[in-house]
């Protein structure tokens, strides 16, 4: 697992890849999870799973701004190699979703636990985490909706919008949300709306050939990031650029 920082261009900065972890080991078939979010002008925070021999654990790292690793914290260990994981950093937290049914918030500053709760949605599951300053929007889908719930950090809803699923048959991978627009990605598309979700902007279709794609908004573009694979093992990373509507 690398990071390495690009410039405006896309041109690789010089002597900013640090290698995070050797020796990665998938976690049920699947690469594991690793998120990266800005923590201003310090650096990075990186929030990953670690695959062990039966289970895996939850880390969260800190780094510094060419992408060296300054800290190592375990914020959940011995989990099932089953056990699906979400999660996404607040502007003072990191919460952690179980697909258990457990939501775990943890201090960004030094990892500790500051609370659990149980989330057992009725008919529905969490698909994603977007951050919203301190407050955290959790993303439901049933059979027919995708339902917004926002929630104080003490894990008080304070609102709650449902639209319908934009494909009954498609599932939703993540939400991202900026500014004034949320972005909400399907297995075979991106789908941007407004950010009271009242408006649908025009899809983003796949080809079919990324891999891993990952989706961010800028203040005036979406960057669509994934991988191709011609020969089994070699991947190329791929980087388009969508001007927003």
Not at 84 to 103: E, K, N
Not at 123 to 144: H, K, N, Q, R, Y
Request: charged share 15%.
């Amino acid at each position: 697992l690398i990071v390495q920082r690009y410039d405006v261009a896309w041109q690789l900065v010089p002597d900013s890849v640090h290698t995070i972890q050797s020796d990665v080991q998938l976690i049920a078939g699947s690469p594991p999870v690793a998120k990266l979010f800005s923590a201003g002008d310090d650096g990075y925070v990186l929030v990953l799973t670690r695959g062990q021999t039966d289970t895996q654990a939850v880390e969260l790292l800190h780094l510094a701004a060419d992408g060296s690793v300054q800290s190592t914290t375990t914020l959940l260990a011995e989990l099932s190699v089953l056990e699906g994981i979400i999660a996404t950093v607040t502007t003072d937290a990191v919460w952690v979703f179980l697909g258990g049914g457990s939501l775990y918030r943890f201090a960004l500053s030094d990892g500790s636990l500051q609370a659990m709760q149980d989330v057992s949605p009725v008919e529905a599951s969490v698909s994603a985490l977007v951050p919203d300053g301190t407050s955290l929007i959790m993303v439901l889908e049933s059979a027919t909706e995708l339902v917004f719930n926002k929630q104080t950090e003490f894990g008080v809803t304070i609102q709650s919008v449902a639209i319908p699923r934009p494909d009954p048959l498609v599932g939703c991978d993540q939400v991202i949300r900026q500014q004034d627009q949320l972005l909400v990605q399907l297995q075979d598309r991106i789908v941007p709306y407004s950010d009271n979700l009242a408006y649908q902007y025009p899809e983003i279709r796949f080809t079919g050939n990324e891999l891993y794609p990952l989706t961010v908004l800028s203040n005036t573009s979406l960057w669509l990031a994934y991988s191709t694979s011609s020969t089994l093992g070699q991947y190329t990373t791929q980087v388009q650029e969508y001007i927003r509507q």
